[in-house]
């Protein structure tokens, strides 16, 4: 791999984002979906790297699976939603990198100030298992990886929708405080964060209750704004 410059890295997602066919007339919503078809298209999912990962405990390097998919086109979830997220900004759209139970997505800000969740590596899977060009064979593993819904469920979905694919659990009480409690994939590392929506949304106070890196909850939009988006085009 390279051992490659800002400006080096810059070069790469420009090249890549000129060849998804945005056009000065697309809207927002236009660009996202183009660049999430992109992907679906053009950049294939490393099954070898995931199955080493999973059964072999062999972990890789961040900086050079975000490489993997600029230079190469393949990747693993961590470095498909990085990159994913960089074009989107390239786009003018602003997004997240968010984890859940160790799969990484993104979390899209609409033109209407909501968010909804992108995730390319499910959506590049349920491609892949569709046409049968799953590299990995190993029926342990395809069991382990197997999406569940189409494609299209995978991009622009609500929290709602979030739990239906797996991602997160209902919300629920606390027992002794009465708050309401949901579980989120809202993390740039490999946590589950709460979200307590009440006390005014002082995030700040959660240190206290011993939260573990309390402090990503307080750039998170509120539950409410977490929905699909809408569009007309």
């Known amino acids: 791999m390279l051992n490659l410059s800002f400006q080096g890295y810059n070069q790469l997602i420009e090249s890549l984002y000129k060849e998804i066919p945005i056009l000065s007339k697309d809207n927002a919503f236009v660009r996202r979906k183009k660049t999430f078809d992109f992907f679906v298209n053009h950049i294939s999912y490393d099954y070898e790297r995931l199955y080493d990962l999973r059964f072999n405990h062999i972990r890789g390097e961040r900086r050079l699976e975000v490489q993997e998919v600029l230079i190469h086109r393949r990747g693993i979830c961590n470095s498909l939603a990085v990159v994913y997220k960089l074009l989107l900004e390239k786009a003018g759209i602003y997004a997240m990198c968010v984890c859940v139970k160790g799969h990484m997505i993104d979390l899209v800000q609409n033109d209407d100030y909501t968010f909804s969740f992108d995730d390319v590596t499910k959506a590049i899977m349920k491609k892949d298992f569709e046409l049968d060009q799953v590299s990995v064979k190993v029926p342990a593993f395809l069991e382990l990886i197997r999406p569940v819904g189409e494609i299209y469920d995978y991009f622009n979905y609500s929290y709602k929708k979030a739990i239906e694919l797996g991602q997160g659990i209902q919300p629920f009480k606390h027992r002794r405080t009465n708050e309401d409690i949901y579980w989120l994939p809202m ?26 890196d309390y402090q990503y909850l307080v750039s998170l939009p509120p539950i409410d704004l977490i929905q699909s988006y809408e569009s007309n085009f």
Do not use: Q
Request: proline fraction near 0%; avoid cysteine; glycine fraction near 8%.
């Open 187 to 212: 993390s740039t590392i490999d946590y589950v964060y709460r979200l307590i929506k009440k006390r005014d949304n002082d995030y700040l106070s959660l240190k206290g209750e011993g939260i573990k």
